[in-house]
């Protein structure tokens, strides 16, 4: 029985525009940070304000299809990497990158020609958009068109006039059809089809009849056509503008004996459509029972297509079947590549070479054009070189010469030659390489693994890139030559083979593979040692240019997965962190050349997040080691006082009241500093929180010497790296961070200045780790999930001219307050700041009042109430130390003028205001649960805020909570004191906000108000997935 669909039209279709049907292709320049256009025949680039343009990038998604553009000598492939497409020549070495997907790309299509390139991501706010080969700009984007639903599948027909997207909704399969050269922003047909989530394997149109597509499943095909809607007038057909979806599922007269769908092709001579099984079957479908050539089939047609046999062909699985110059080419789970006729009889297979898995076939786009030779020398002699041949008539270009006696011959009793023309194999874990049919080689074209990447290191002199992976490879990259020196798979040289036992039966020999994972490697400062640390918490080292063993057995200190590795400044004392909280130090011996364990130590209750070597040393000749953890404690060990594989503490400190610290790195002082009027010998660092701030830290105090609005995107700051550059004679300094996803440059001194830093998206999911190469300013990142390492060129004029746009003294500033300059905030600012003038000259004071530009700094904290900043003792304290020294003044100044009150205000306050979810979640600590949600008792209420934290006493906590539940002072005067019986008995979490708080409006985020205008993002960025953290007071 047919099931036949029909679809709902699009009403507001447009007309139809030719299109083109040119077929030259050439490639031209797109970097991630240019746009391309077209002037006179020759691309011509204009930069984005990017911090970063893409230069390359290594590895490739194995889970989207390798497409081969070869064609008119052209050697190119597209596939997708990350969140692009790219389109890499093999032969010239160069690739060209297509941006513009938030997301992981997951869908490539093109047509018939490889004019037009379709990249479609799937994640949320998708889009999709078509690519011109020849100028490799975006010719049409859609964005979100399945909606709020992600795209599964996207489809072009052969001639590019129609487009289908596919996406799976909550109760079917969703199909949107378009003519997408009309410029329409809705689809011209839809259909919805029902089957289950992730149920469609394949969906294509017909190569040679385009109002025809397919769709395959696991166990059934679907044909359907477009057509436009026909309505009957006056009783007379009439065909509209309008279109619509048909489609029906062919039915089979066999079960699953066969095995599940794999693979289709369309065979273009035939018109006869062949399905490919798990279990090495090919079914075939067609119009005629009898097998007949040149079929000439309609669109309307696509009723009569049937189920006719079955044929078992294989004994392993098909992966891919393909059908080109008249022949059938199938490939098998085992790496079998084998061509039949369009009766599917046995002509060749391949010989010459063997892989691991067939996953994809993609063949030239250009027919072969060739000429046979067949001299009486029966070889390439003298003659042979002067041998010319014609231009082919059909393709356009020179023919090939070929040799007769080096022509493979087919399977037939006759031996005739067979030639096909050459393809692009994708396999399961030997990379993408190009198959030269009549010499029978396969050249690698992308040497890439499909396990991610979960850490690298940069060389620090060398063009090296050393690389782990999820499967316990190591690998050593040529980041200039964008080639793959070597590997070394650690899970086979720790293979473990135990021999049979003399009484046993069957004499096996058992095998132990660990399953060992590369978690981090680390080159030191030299270049002359190379650290990797296994998720087993085993640590080796490595040669550092040749990655083989240096260590035969394995540094078995710790049993938690190595997530961090630091050397000293000498790169002769090395740290690692792990899982398990705890820091391992190892001591290299100049004399036997060897690492010798020191100690251990687990002083933090929580990750630790930073690790870090400091440039001056203990009395004991050593070099100073800290660490920085989510329990926001910073300790110091002492590595000289170790003895007995104990690691010494010399300080444990809380570094943080409220925020996490993210990141941390050595901070100098700056060099025009004049010694006499400032301290230039600060011991200092500088930390990234998750509270968007940075914080200069005095490790030898543990006082915050200054606090500075960092960038405020969706996630924090976890990523820091101090950058020096020397241009035009003059030396500058930059700040080299990366957020979740996004990696940016900020120009220094830190002031909080939005407009002086600079970011754009820099994976797709997260960023697991960047490595910059100063000397050539180069930045390296992975990110999750992915196997493909980003190359990218720093782009330091960006931060310049965005810098330059936001103008001087308090201009770029006014993007952080509400409304900025004109708005409410900002004047109640100034007002605020010549008010408290009059409170220090004294409020009934009769002698003149003298407006000054500045007020005294011991003002500060009752201003910032005023403004609704309500900082805690210790931020007072770190206020007041920054308002006076300004980091670096040996002599506290007393007073402090607009501009710089302004600077401290909004780089002191919270980043995005008070946020509802942080005060919830606070309350939750200490509160109970009912059915109507958190709730603590009145006498709970007193002593959390009398007995926890920065506590005030009784009679404060009295005072303040009559006046904020809105007793007046004659009130007060007939209450008794530390009667607190006007609060309720039981405290919800809504009286706490509306009642004592008096937030009038509550929101989900308040981050909205405080938009910051100045971090500008090159690329679309994701909203935040930020959690919910505990609030611990100190």
Same mark, same amino acid.
């Given at each position: 029985?047919?099931?036949?669909?029909?679809?709902?039209?699009?009403?507001?279709?447009?007309?139809?525009?030719?299109? $083109?049907?040119?077929?030259?292709?050439?490639?031209?320049?797109?970097?991630?940070?240019? !746009?391309?256009?077209?002037?006179?025949?020759?691309?011509?680039?204009?930069?984005?304000?990017?911090?970063?343009?893409?230069?390359?990038?290594?590895?490739?998604?194995?889970?989207?299809?390798?497409?081969?553009?070869?064609?008119?000598?052209?050697?190119?492939?597209?596939?997708?990497?990350?969140?692009?497409?790219?389109?890499?020549?093999?032969?010239?070495?160069?690739?060209?990158?297509?941006?513009?997907?938030?997301?992981?790309?997951?869908?490539?299509?093109?047509?018939?020609?490889?004019?037009?390139?379709?990249?479609?991501?799937?994640?949320?706010?998708?889009?999709?958009?078509?690519?011109? !080969?020849?100028?490799?700009?975006?010719?049409?984007?859609?964005?979100?068109?399945?909606?709020?639903?992600?795209?599964?599948?996207?489809?072009?027909?052969?001639?590019?006039?129609?487009?289908?997207?596919?996406?799976?909704?909550?109760?079917?399969?969703?199909?949107?059809?378009?003519?997408?050269?009309?410029?329409?922003?809705?689809?011209?047909?839809?259909?919805?089809?029902?089957?289950?989530?992730?149920?469609?394997?394949?969906?294509?149109?017909?190569?040679?009849?385009?109002?025809?597509?397919?769709?395959?499943?696991?166990?059934?095909?679907?044909?359907?056509?477009?057509?436009?809607?026909?309505?009957?007038?006056?009783?007379?057909?009439?065909?509209?503008?309008?279109?619509?979806?048909?489609?029906?599922?062919?039915?089979?007269?066999?079960?699953?004996?066969? *095995?599940?769908?794999?693979?289709?092709?369309?065979?273009?001579?035939?018109?006869?459509?062949?399905?490919?099984?798990?279990? #090495?079957?090919?079914?075939?479908?067609?119009?005629?029972?009898?097998?007949?050539?040149?079929?000439?089939?309609?669109?309307?047609?696509?009723?009569?297509?049937?189920?006719?046999?079955?044929?078992?062909?294989?004994?392993?699985?098909?992966?891919?079947?393909?059908?080109?110059?008249?022949?059938?080419?199938? #490939?098998?789970?085992?790496?079998?590549?084998?061509?039949?006729?369009?009766?599917?009889?046995?002509?060749?297979?391949?010989?010459?070479?063997?892989?691991?898995?067939?996953?994809?076939? !993609?063949?030239?786009?250009?027919?072969?054009?060739?000429?046979?030779?067949?001299?009486?020398?029966?070889?390439?002699?003298?003659?042979?070189?002067?041998?010319?041949?014609?231009?082919?008539?059909?393709?356009? @270009?020179?023919?090939?010469?070929?040799?007769?006696?080096?022509?493979?011959?087919?399977?037939?009793?006759?031996?005739?030659?067979? +030639?096909?023309?050459?393809?692009?194999?994708?396999?399961?874990?030997?990379?993408?390489?190009?198959?030269?049919?009549?010499?029978?080689?396969?050249?690698?074209?992308?040497?890439?693994?499909?396990?991610?990447?979960?850490?690298?290191?940069?060389?620090?002199?060398?063009?090296?890139?050393?690389?782990?992976?999820?499967?316990?490879?190591?690998? +050593?990259?040529?980041?200039?030559?964008?080639?793959?020196?070597?590997?070394?798979?650690?899970?086979?040289?720790?293979?473990?083979?135990?021999?049979?036992?003399?009484?046993?039966?069957?004499?096996?020999?058992?095998?132990?593979?660990?399953?060992?994972?590369?978690?981090?490697?680390?080159?030191?400062?030299? *270049?002359?040692?190379?650290?990797?640390?296994?998720?087993?918490?085993?640590?080796?080292?490595?040669?550092?240019?040749?990655?083989?063993?240096?260590?035969?057995?394995?540094?078995?200190?710790?049993?938690?997965?190595?997530?961090?590795?630091?050397? !000293?400044? $000498?790169?002769?004392?090395?740290?690692?962190?792990?899982?398990?909280?705890?820091?391992?130090?190892?001591?290299?011996?100049?004399?036997?050349?060897?690492?010798?364990?020191?100690?251990?130590?687990?002083?933090?209750?929580?990750?630790?997040?930073?690790?870090?070597?400091?440039?001056?040393?203990?009395?004991?000749? $050593?070099?100073?080691?800290?660490?920085?953890?989510?329990?926001?404690?910073?300790?110091?060990?002492?590595?000289?006082?170790?003895?007995?594989?104990?690691?010494?503490?010399?300080? +444990?400190?809380?570094?943080?009241?409220?925020?996490?610290?993210?990141?941390?790195?050595?901070?100098?002082?700056?060099?025009?500093?004049?010694?006499?009027?400032?301290?230039?010998?600060?011991?200092?660092?500088?930390?990234?929180?998750?509270?968007?701030?940075?914080?200069?830290?005095?490790?030898?105090?543990?006082?915050?010497?200054?606090?500075?609005?960092?960038?405020?995107?969706?996630?924090?700051?976890?990523?820091?790296?101090?950058?020096?550059?020397?241009?035009?004679?003059?030396?500058?300094?930059?700040?080299?961070?990366?957020?979740?996803?996004?990696?940016?440059?900020?120009?220094?001194? +830190?002031?909080?200045?939005?407009?002086?830093?600079?970011?754009?998206?820099?994976?797709?999911?997260?960023?697991?780790?960047?490595?910059?190469?100063?000397?050539?300013?180069?930045?390296?990142?992975?990110?999750?999930?992915?196997?493909?390492?980003?190359?990218?060129?720093?782009?330091?004029?960006?931060?310049?001219?965005?810098?330059?746009?936001?103008?001087?003294?308090?201009?770029?500033?006014?993007?952080?307050?509400?409304?900025?300059?004109?708005?409410?905030?900002?004047?109640?600012?100034?007002?605020?700041?010549?008010?408290?003038?009059?409170?220090?000259?004294?409020?009934?004071?009769?002698?003149?009042?003298?407006?000054?530009?500045?007020?005294?700094?011991?003002?500060?904290?009752?201003?910032?109430?005023?403004?609704?900043?309500?900082?805690?003792?210790?931020?007072?304290?770190?206020?007041?130390?920054?308002?006076?020294?300004?980091?670096?003044?040996?002599?506290? @100044?007393?007073?402090?003028?607009?501009?710089?009150?302004?600077?401290?205000?909004?780089?002191?306050?919270?980043?995005? #205001?008070?946020?509802?979810?942080?005060?919830?979640?606070?309350?939750?600590?200490?509160?109970?649960?009912?059915?109507?949600?958190?709730?603590?008792?009145?006498?709970?209420?007193?002593?959390?805020?009398?007995?926890?934290?920065?506590?005030?006493?009784?009679?404060?906590?009295?005072?303040?909570?009559?006046?904020?539940?809105?007793?007046?002072?004659?009130?007060?005067?007939?209450?008794?004191?530390? $009667?607190?019986?006007?609060?309720?008995?039981?405290?919800?979490?809504?009286?706490?906000?509306?009642?004592?708080? *008096?937030?009038?409006?509550?929101?989900?985020?308040?981050?909205?108000?405080?938009?910051?205008?100045?971090?500008?993002?090159?690329?679309?960025?994701?909203?935040?997935? #930020?959690?919910?953290?505990?609030?611990?007071?100190?």
């Amino acid at each position: 029985m047919n099931h036949v669909s029909h679809s709902m039209p699009n009403m507001n279709a447009g007309h139809a525009t030719s299109m $083109d049907s040119g077929d030259t292709r050439t490639t031209a320049n797109l970097s991630c940070s240019s !746009s391309m256009k077209t002037s006179g025949g020759m691309p011509k680039l204009d930069y984005k304000l990017a911090p970063f343009n893409m230069r390359w990038i290594h590895g490739y998604n194995n889970k989207v299809e390798v497409i081969n553009l070869n064609s008119y000598g052209s050697t190119i492939v597209f596939y997708a990497a990350a969140n692009c497409g790219v389109l890499y020549n093999w032969t010239r070495h160069q690739m060209r990158i297509l941006q513009g997907h938030r997301h992981v790309v997951t869908a490539l299509a093109t047509d018939k020609k490889g004019r037009w390139l379709i990249t479609a991501d799937s994640g949320p706010e998708n889009i999709l958009i078509i690519w011109d !080969s020849i100028d490799l700009f975006p010719q049409r984007t859609f964005f979100s068109p399945h909606g709020a639903n992600k795209i599964a599948k996207v489809a072009l027909s052969a001639d590019a006039k129609y487009l289908m997207t596919m996406a799976y909704t909550a109760e079917a399969v969703s199909l949107y059809w378009w003519i997408w050269s009309f410029g329409e922003a809705l689809p011209h047909a839809m259909l919805d089809i029902d089957l289950p989530r992730d149920s469609i394997l394949e969906m294509c149109f017909n190569p040679s009849l385009s109002d025809q597509f397919f769709i395959m499943t696991k166990l059934n095909i679907w044909i359907g056509i477009s057509r436009k809607i026909i309505i009957i007038e006056r009783g007379l057909p009439k065909e509209t503008d309008n279109f619509e979806l048909i489609i029906r599922m062919v039915p089979k007269d066999i079960g699953t004996e066969y *095995g599940r769908f794999m693979c289709h092709t369309f065979v273009e001579t035939t018109s006869q459509i062949l399905v490919a099984t798990d279990r #090495g079957a090919i079914l075939v479908y067609g119009y005629t029972i009898e097998y007949s050539e040149n079929v000439d089939i309609s669109p309307a047609d696509f009723e009569q297509l049937r189920y006719i046999k079955v044929l078992k062909l294989e004994k392993k699985r098909i992966n891919v079947i393909k059908s080109i110059d008249e022949v059938i080419i199938t #490939g098998n789970n085992i790496g079998e590549i084998r061509f039949y006729d369009n009766q599917l009889k046995l002509l060749y297979w391949v010989h010459g070479f063997q892989v691991d898995s067939i996953r994809t076939l !993609s063949f030239n786009i250009q027919p072969r054009s060739y000429k046979i030779f067949d001299p009486k020398c029966k070889k390439r002699c003298l003659c042979w070189e002067k041998v010319r041949t014609e231009i082919d008539k059909v393709t356009g @270009v020179v023919q090939q010469k070929l040799l007769k006696m080096e022509i493979p011959t087919d399977a037939t009793t006759s031996g005739k030659p067979f +030639l096909v023309r050459d393809f692009i194999i994708g396999t399961y874990n030997q990379g993408v390489g190009f198959v030269d049919f009549v010499a029978e080689k396969m050249q690698t074209i992308l040497d890439n693994k499909i396990s991610p990447i979960l850490c690298f290191t940069v060389h620090p002199e060398k063009s090296f890139i050393c690389l782990g992976y999820l499967d316990g490879i190591v690998e +050593l990259y040529n980041y200039v030559q964008h080639k793959t020196i070597t590997r070394l798979s650690l899970r086979k040289h720790f293979t473990t083979i135990i021999p049979a036992k003399e009484d046993s039966i069957n004499n096996t020999v058992e095998i132990i593979t660990p399953k060992l994972s590369v978690t981090c490697v680390k080159y030191s400062p030299s *270049g002359l040692h190379l650290a990797c640390g296994l998720n087993t918490g085993e640590l080796l080292f490595l040669d550092p240019t040749t990655i083989d063993l240096l260590t035969p057995k394995a540094f078995f200190d710790t049993s938690h997965c190595i997530r961090q590795i630091s050397y !000293s400044v $000498d790169s002769l004392t090395l740290a690692m962190a792990d899982t398990g909280k705890t820091v391992c130090v190892y001591k290299y011996n100049c004399n036997t050349f060897k690492w010798v364990f020191i100690g251990k130590h687990r002083a933090h209750y929580k990750d630790i997040t930073s690790l870090i070597f400091l440039p001056e040393k203990n009395p004991s000749g $050593d070099y100073k080691l800290v660490s920085l953890g989510k329990d926001r404690i910073m300790v110091e060990y002492d590595i000289g006082a170790s003895t007995d594989e104990y690691l010494e503490i010399l300080s +444990l400190d809380r570094m943080e009241q409220s925020a996490i610290p993210l990141a941390g790195i050595v901070w100098p002082s700056p060099k025009d500093l004049d010694p006499e009027q400032y301290r230039t010998n600060l011991p200092m660092i500088l930390v990234a929180n998750d509270e968007h701030k940075y914080k200069i830290v005095n490790y030898g105090t543990t006082m915050t010497l200054s606090t500075v609005l960092g960038p405020r995107y969706d996630t924090p700051v976890c990523k820091i790296r101090l950058v020096n550059r020397v241009e035009e004679g003059e030396e500058r300094q930059y700040l080299l961070f990366a957020t979740r996803d996004v990696i940016g440059l900020q120009k220094l001194p +830190l002031d909080g200045n939005p407009w002086k830093h600079v970011g754009m998206l820099g994976h797709p999911i997260k960023i697991l780790s960047m490595c910059f190469r100063e000397d050539e300013g180069v930045l390296f990142t992975i990110g999750e999930k992915d196997s493909t390492m980003i190359q990218w060129a720093a782009n330091f004029r960006s931060v310049e001219s965005w810098t330059k746009t936001g103008g001087g003294d308090l201009d770029p500033y006014y993007c952080l307050i509400e409304d900025m300059r004109p708005g409410w905030l900002f004047q109640e600012i100034r007002d605020l700041f010549y008010y408290i003038q009059i409170l220090c000259q004294g409020t009934f004071s009769p002698a003149m009042r003298r407006v000054k530009d500045y007020i005294p700094i011991d003002s500060l904290p009752d201003l910032m109430r005023a403004l609704g900043f309500f900082p805690s003792d210790y931020e007072v304290e770190n206020l007041l130390v920054e308002a006076k020294h300004k980091v670096y003044l040996r002599t506290p @100044v007393t007073e402090i003028d607009f501009e710089e009150f302004v600077k401290l205000y909004l780089n002191h306050r919270p980043a995005f #205001g008070e946020n509802y979810k942080r005060i919830r979640t606070s309350f939750r600590i200490f509160a109970d649960m009912n059915e109507d949600g958190p709730y603590m008792l009145r006498d709970e209420f007193i002593d959390m805020l009398t007995l926890n934290g920065e506590h005030f006493s009784r009679e404060l906590t009295w005072y303040l909570l009559s006046i904020l539940c809105g007793h007046s002072f004659e009130d007060r005067a007939m209450m008794l004191d530390e $009667d607190f019986s006007f609060l309720p008995q039981e405290i919800t979490f809504q009286d706490f906000v509306n009642e004592i708080i *008096g937030m009038q409006e509550i929101t989900e985020n308040l981050s909205e108000t405080y938009s910051n205008v100045g971090s500008t993002v090159s690329l679309f960025l994701s909203e935040s997935s #930020g959690s919910e953290e505990m609030i611990e007071n100190k």
